[in-house]
């Protein structure tokens, strides 16, 4: 993959109602191209909708593929993958790392109703979950918009070590900062 390559990674941090998003642009070369930040409910239906938004203040055509660090951020505020592909007009890729049996258990446990089903729905109809070896890591990769294989080569290509993409990296870390801020302002 060529070094001038911009991946849009989101990830998210929350301590109360609302969950701070941060979306990095990052080159394939590891250089940081830019921030942009957004929120979503906690426990809410939004996050689908906070993404796009984020993402269209970037307005950066330059950005070939969408990562992001979770199907569900935000206890259970599960994205819309293909709405998402649509609505950015990019590859969406979700990469988690840890193995598990999926989140219809927990769903099933935290809502009752409509809220339940909605949710649900919405998660069955994501794409399945894949393993994907990059170094002596492994990492689970949902794709939308691009073939697997794309999907692994560019999970990889933006994985300089330890097995986490580095535009996931660093907006985690820009996430997790914002929130802070946040919360201290309310504070």
Not at 7 to 21: C, H, N
Not at 37 to 55: K, M, P, Q, W
Not at 139 to 145: D, E, N, P, T
Request: hydrophobic fraction near 40%; proline fraction near 4%; charge should be negative.
């Amino acid at each position: 993959m060529k070094p001038g390559v911009r991946a849009l990674g989101v990830a998210e941090s929350f301590r109360d109602d609302r969950s701070t998003l941060a979306g990095a642009v990052v080159r394939a070369d590891r250089v940081v191209d830019g921030l942009s930040f957004a929120s979503c409910t906690v426990g809410g239906t939004d996050a689908t909708d906070a993404i796009v938004s984020l993402s269209n203040r970037l307005a950066r055509e330059d950005v070939q593929y969408v990562l992001l660090g979770a199907v569900a951020p935000a206890w259970y505020n599960v994205l819309d993958l293909s709405t998402l592909h649509q609505r950015v007009d990019r590859p969406v890729v979700a990469v988690t790392f840890e193995e598990s049996d999926g989140l219809e258990a927990g769903i099933r446990e935290a809502f009752s109703g409509s809220e339940r089903e909605e949710r649900l729905e919405l998660y069955r109809s994501l794409p399945p979950r894949r393993e994907v070896a990059v170094g002596d890591e492994t990492v689970y990769v949902r794709a939308v918009g691009l073939a697997d294989e794309e999907a692994d080569t560019v999970v990889r290509a933006f994985t300089p070590e330890g097995g986490r993409p580095e535009p996931l990296r660093v907006a985690r870390l820009a996430a997790r900062a914002a929130d802070a801020y946040r919360r201290e302002r309310r504070g």
